[in-house]
């Protein structure tokens, strides 16, 4: 069963570039994913599938500075110019036949 | 513009029931695989169940197996989670969301609050 990896947190300064990273497991270095940005007390909100080959594709509304990539079984979210409101949770998701699963999600703390 | 407003939480005693309800709008509901995530106090997300968009497909994550039921009503544009046998651990809250052809969940509601206490 596929298996997603995020670091608890990290952290960046205000105006700067941020690469948050989720992995798949063992032998799910193929599965596309997408990624998700939740602020405290809110719902989550989809901000991008991305595929293995680094393309991606963006919600509704979600800013130029956010971008996405791939490495083997590395999957990235990029934010950059950082700003406060960027503060949040991010979750990394994917799907297989019958299950969703989520990663356990990366604080993100604007300095 | 696409809505998804859940119902229906709240206070219930360990081995009780409750069933929710998600109310979805500005989108075609009938052609759409839907889903529940939780989300306990302090602790990231969980996928909970799904159904197509007929109710052909459903499945559930092995927590709550046996004990929660997901169901659709195409004709109200509905989505329900009949919960039975509740535990403290199921305590949270609870988000339906919308599953885009491609396997991601592209919208989300803001979800309802269930609590598990005596």
């Known amino acids: 069963q596929v298996v997603l990896t995020q670091s608890p947190s990290a952290s960046a300064s205000l105006g700067a570039s941020v690469k948050l990273t989720c992995t798949l497991s063992?032998?799910?270095?193929?599965?596309?994913i997408a990624w998700h940005q939740q602020h405290p007390e809110k719902g989550p909100r989809y901000l991008m599938k991305?595929?293995?080959?680094?393309?991606?594709s963006k919600g509704d509304g979600i800013p130029d500075r956010f971008s996405g990539s791939s490495s083997g079984a590395e999957r990235y979210l990029t934010i950059s110019s950082l700003q406060s409101e960027d503060e949040a949770d991010y979750y990394c998701?994917?799907?297989?036949?019958?299950?969703?699963?989520f990663g356990g999600g990366t604080k993100l703390t604007v300095l | 513009e696409v809505q998804l407003v859940e119902s229906g939480g709240g206070l219930v005693k360990p081995g009780g029931s409750l069933r929710l309800s998600c109310a979805a709008s500005?989108?075609?509901?009938?052609?759409?695989?839907m889903n529940w995530v939780r989300q306990a106090p302090g602790k990231g997300l969980e996928w909970v169940s799904s159904?197509?968009?007929?109710?052909?497909?459903?499945y559930y994550a092995d927590s709550v197996k046996g004990r929660f039921t997901i169901s659709r009503d195409n004709a109200k544009n509905s989505l329900y989670l009949q919960m039975n046998s509740l535990r403290a651990e199921d305590t949270a809250i609870y988000y339906c969301a919308r599953e885009a052809p491609d396997g991601r969940l592209d919208y989300w509601g803001q979800g309802t609050l269930v609590t598990v206490s005596s």
């Open positions: 159904i197509s968009s007929s109710s052909t497909y459903i």
């Open positions: 500005g989108f075609t509901f009938s052609s759409y695989i």
């Open positions: 063992s032998g799910h270095s193929t599965y596309d």
């Open positions: 991305l595929n293995t080959d680094g393309s991606h």
């Open positions: 998701q994917t799907w297989d036949t019958g299950i969703r699963v």
